[in-house]
């Protein structure tokens, strides 16, 4: 508690004037405008912006090491990110300071993906990409003296052990916002801006038993740009969204002849527009780009689905009863939390519109067809940051899932929301509230099937860190679940393969020490079903009560009871959790 306590000090005490040089970023000079924050390069391009929803002239307040606060208490690191928003001085705690409990699950030991950050120095990592034998692909920008570095690491599948630290790219000027997607063939393309000379998109390619191309230019423009995103479908094709002008342009990768073709203008012809958002399934059958009309036409959410028959993207659709969508901070890496099922239907979330007060809802497909749009919480909060805070994903049952904190009454209230397939949405679950003074993102990934676990920023055992929460296809666990060391995490990304949510965080603070960037693996011990660490007994009992009859004894999460079941806890059996 007491590291957090100068952290909250020196937010609190330092103060900036309204045009600020980052120190650890000498070249990064930042400045207000109407409306909007502006990061600019020695020469005068803009690097990044983030607009805010009010369209008042922003205040640095206070300067915090690589991160800057704003009058309104949002917090922005070097990269354009919106760390966090802080809401006063007062710092509570929280009712639950336990950790794992009896329950069996646990995070593995962490393992590093980059090192510290030393003067000068920044790493921004992006969702874990997972190939078809289960390794993982982490994307890491890695900044020093102004010197920009495309890396990635491997895992080696899911044991908890990583391949080495690769730079596959250290030759434009400035690295921007990378985004990859991965194919069924195991082929991963990434795109990234420069703004070396103008503003430039460029694509780099992995293939199996190839290797890593060099930087390809795709799109060259003087316009200003920042929006980048990327998806792949099932023949390998891929899109590249981004968007000059506040317009949606896209440049799509065929991939019969392994060329990109010319990028167009995808959203419709003079309307103004903020954070598209590229959500795609794992089979990449259901690929969709979704995004803000905030003037210039009908206002409101607009999607377009991507044909692979055509390598086109479909035509644009107002969502139903999105006309009153807005936006709180749309930076270079905010996003709509939108999630695509197995069966190719796609669930967005949004909320309403500046000033408030601030209604959360979901707009969904059934069948390709968007439906109205369902109210989950009503306008109540004068504080919704839904494109930065909150996150969707959806199981491989077709469930939809979605999570965001946002301050109350004094308070920061988590709440998570499911639709089941084939049902409609249950009542949205505030299973975790504290009196803290801190909103940042959460985040939810399935778990074993129906189970799936969210990650938060919150108090445990008395001190802010990061941590997590299970959900057992129906509650929400009473306690926390711990994650190892107590480390403020601001950002963190998480993503499940065959039934494992991995987490990617970075260990920091707003003053003083940066811990590097980790991951952990979401573990359990397969036939523990009565939840006492240990397979014994009574959960062959419990198993072999629901055999062939109910999901009671369902250990490797696909909804039933049966012989795979039976399998997974005799070969566990006698063991304990670790």
Not at 520 to 543: E, I, Q
Request: net charge negative; charged share 20%.
């Amino acid at each position: 508690m007491k590291r957090f306590q100068r952290t909250l000090a020196a937010l609190l005490c330092l103060g900036l004037a309204a045009t600020v040089v980052a120190q650890a970023a000498r070249e990064l000079t930042i400045t207000t405008a109407s409306g909007e924050v502006l990061a600019a390069d020695v020469a005068g391009n803009v690097i990044w912006k983030v607009r805010l929803a009010d369209s008042a002239v922003p205040v640095w307040e206070r300067g915090v090491g690589d991160a800057v606060v704003l009058d309104n208490g949002t917090a922005v690191d070097r990269f354009g990110r919106v760390l966090a928003r802080l809401h006063g001085p007062r710092i509570g705690h929280g009712g639950r300071e336990s950790g794992r409990g009896d329950t069996c699950p646990y995070w593995s030991a962490l393992a590093q993906v980059t090192p510290p950050s030393g003067s000068g120095e920044s790493n921004c990592h992006t969702v874990p990409l997972f190939d078809s034998q289960g390794n993982a692909c982490v994307i890491n920008t890695h900044l020093l003296s102004g010197d920009y570095e495309l890396q990635i690491r491997r895992s080696n599948g899911h044991d908890g052990t990583w391949g080495p630290l690769e730079t596959i790219s250290d030759t434009t000027n400035y690295v921007s916002g990378p985004e990859g997607a991965i194919d069924l063939d195991d082929n991963i393309t990434i795109v990234f801006r420069d703004i070396s000379g103008g503003y430039k998109l460029y694509a780099m390619r992995y293939e199996p038993g190839v290797g890593w191309s060099g930087p390809n230019l795709v799109y060259s423009t003087s316009t200003f740009f920042q929006a980048i995103e990327i998806g792949a479908d099932y023949e390998g094709n891929v899109a590249a969204v981004f968007d000059p002008a506040d317009a949606v342009w896209s440049a799509v990768y065929d991939a019969s002849s392994g060329t990109w073709n010319a990028p167009e203008q995808i959203s419709p012809a003079g309307c103004e527009i903020l954070l598209p958002t590229v959500v795609q399934n794992r089979a990449g059958d259901g690929l969709y780009v979704i995004y803000l009309v905030r003037g210039g036409g009908p206002t409101g959410l607009y999607a377009h689905r991507f044909d692979t028959t055509t390598k086109a993207w479909g035509p644009a659709v107002l969502l139903p009863g999105s006309e009153s969508a807005g936006f709180m901070f749309a930076g270079p890496m905010s996003r709509y939390p939108a999630t695509v099922d197995p069966f190719g239907d796609a669930t967005v979330f949004w909320q309403t519109a500046y000033p408030g007060p601030y209604g959360v809802y979901a707009s969904r497909t059934q069948a390709g067809v968007w439906q109205t749009a369902h109210e989950l919480l009503p306008p109540g909060s004068d504080d919704t940051d839904i494109e930065n805070f909150s996150h969707a994903e959806s199981s491989e049952f077709g469930d939809a899932f979605g999570t965001i904190t946002r301050y109350e009454s004094g308070s920061v209230h988590f709440y998570a929301f499911r639709y089941r397939a084939g049902s409609g949405w249950d009542e949205p679950d505030n299973p975790y509230t504290y009196p803290f003074n801190i909103t940042t993102r959460s985040r939810i990934a399935p778990y074993r099937g129906a189970h799936s676990v969210a990650t938060l920023f919150a108090p445990q055992g008395g001190t802010p860190q990061i941590t997590s929460m299970l959900y057992d296809r129906s509650t929400w666990s009473s306690d926390l679940l711990d994650i190892p060391e107590d480390w403020p995490a601001f950002m963190q990304e998480i993503k499940a393969d065959r039934g494992e949510p991995l987490l990617v965080f970075e260990g920091e603070e707003f003053v003083g020490n940066n811990f590097g960037i980790w991951a952990t693996w979401l573990r359990n011990l397969p036939g523990d079903l009565d939840g006492d660490c240990d397979v014994d007994l009574s959960d062959l009992a419990t198993l072999l009560a629901s055999y062939h009859i109910d999901e009671g004894g369902d250990v490797d999460g696909d909804g039933d009871t049966d012989l795979a079941d039976l399998s997974f806890l005799l070969s566990n059996y006698g063991q304990e959790c670790p």
